[in-house]
């Protein structure tokens, strides 16, 4: 998603060079954190790994510039939100998920456990920690109806695999003003 329109936002700054990171943190009330290599895409081995580590090495460095901030004398932020998704649950067609189900056991859920590991790691008595598990965002400007609406247009669409199972969907309005909003 265009996440640099998130800076016409009052108040809100995009630091998407590394280099900005630590300064922007530091003078930051709060942190959002979306960084992580595409999964829509073909699943190599190295893929995969640079799915893991793209979220985990910036959930990392990240945690540590909100801990090395010093939030206990009310510099730096107050909570950091920081993404995973509902890949967390793996998958059923049966079963319900809540925030209370356990993880899976696929490659998804290992991804997002990691990742929920490295943002569980920041220190919590000072800064909360919201972790959204996000479904698939649903807007025009990207994500997976962007890649859908072509094949459409041409007459080329039909359902996702059998067309029965149930998916988690969000709308990219709801899904951003929630993250712009969490206090
Ligand atoms: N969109 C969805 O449906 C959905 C569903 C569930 C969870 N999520 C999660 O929500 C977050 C935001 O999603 P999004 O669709 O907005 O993602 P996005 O548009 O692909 O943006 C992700 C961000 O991660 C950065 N990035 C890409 N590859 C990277 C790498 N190898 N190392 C470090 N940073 C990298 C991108 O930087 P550049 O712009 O410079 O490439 C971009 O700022 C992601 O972590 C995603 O896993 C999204």
Not at 23 to 37: K, Q
Not at 62 to 88: C, E, K, L, M, R
Not at 101 to 122: F, I, K, T
């Amino acid at each position: 998603w265009k996440w640099n329109e998130a800076s016409r936002y009052p108040g809100v700054t995009v630091a998407d060079k590394e280099g900005d990171w630590e300064r922007c943190i530091r003078d930051s009330t709060g942190v959002v954190n979306l960084a992580g290599m595409p999964i829509s895409t073909r699943w190599s081995p190295e893929i995969k790994r640079e799915i893991l580590q793209s979220r985990v090495n910036v959930t990392s460095k990240v945690v540590d510039h909100i801990n090395s901030s010093d939030s206990s004398n009310g510099n730096g932020p107050s909570v950091f939100v920081s993404a995973t998704a509902v890949g967390y649950y793996g998958t059923s067609e049966t079963d319900s998920f809540d925030e209370s189900s356990p993880s899976g056991n696929d490659y998804l859920a290992h991804v997002c456990r990691e990742w929920e590991g490295r943002a569980r790691q920041v220190k919590q008595e000072h800064v909360r920690l919201v972790l959204i598990r996000i479904g698939v965002v649903l807007g025009k400007d990207g994500g997976a109806l962007a890649k859908m609406i072509p094949l459409f247009m041409m007459f080329a669409g039909g359902p996702l695999g059998t067309g029965r199972q149930w998916s988690t969907l969000l709308l990219l309005l709801l899904s951003s003003s929630s993250l712009l909003g969490s206090r």
